[in-house]
């Protein structure tokens, strides 16, 4: 009896906190609880060879800011809702995918070389949105079916964890 006192105690809900922190590491094992944005743009970048630039925008009221990213470096890390794809996406409350930037007029240019964008956005549990997964390709109609499930089951990841780590500021000042 004197052995079993040296173990602590765990409460139900501590036993089933720990329960669903490894489930949820089992549905997504590229999910770093300390770092989750970057977690979630490493595992996209390597996901596919046509994902050339992978990024976060955190929504702020009216307007989106860029968290982490891979990929060259963009003029564009604030963007208001309305403005450009990103923006679009927001007003709309739609995920967009544009298999030729060339034939949008509402694109905002991040490099030369891209020519189709997939943007899925990300919502919190309560159903608001907060923020966005934004691909760039340099290939056209690089998002398919496959491509769009993909980042749409990272973002709904993200999404029902969004209160663990919305608290670490993400957003890059420009
Ligand atoms: N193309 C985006 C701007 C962001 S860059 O692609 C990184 C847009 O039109 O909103």
């Known amino acids: 009896m004197a052995i079993l006192k040296d173990f602590p105690t765990l409460s139900a809900s501590d036993v089933m906190a720990e329960s669903r922190s490894l489930r949820r590491s089992a549905a997504a094992p590229w999910y770093r609880h300390a770092d989750p944005l970057q977690s979630a743009v490493e595992h ?14 955190v929504l702020n009221g009216d307007v989106l800011e860029l968290g982490p990213f891979i990929g060259a470096p963009t003029e564009h890390t604030r963007i208001a809702v309305g403005r450009g794809v990103c ?9 967009m995918n544009v298999p030729d930037v060339h034939d949008s007029d509402n694109y905002l240019a991040c490099s030369l070389e891209t020519r ?35 980042v749409r089951d990272v973002a709904r990841v993200l999404g029902e964890r969004w209160a663990d780590h919305a608290s670490q500021g993400t957003a890059l000042t420009s």
């Open 116 to 150: 189709s964008e997939l943007v899925v956005l990300i919502h919190d549990p309560s159903g608001a949105t907060v923020g966005q997964i934004d691909i760039d390709s340099h290939t056209r109609a690089a998002f398919g079916p496959q491509e769009e499930a993909l």
């Open 87 to 95: 923006g679009t996406a927001v007003a709309r409350n739609a995920d």
């Open 44 to 57: 996209l970048a390597a996901s596919s060879p046509r994902f050339n630039w992978v990024g976060i925008y």
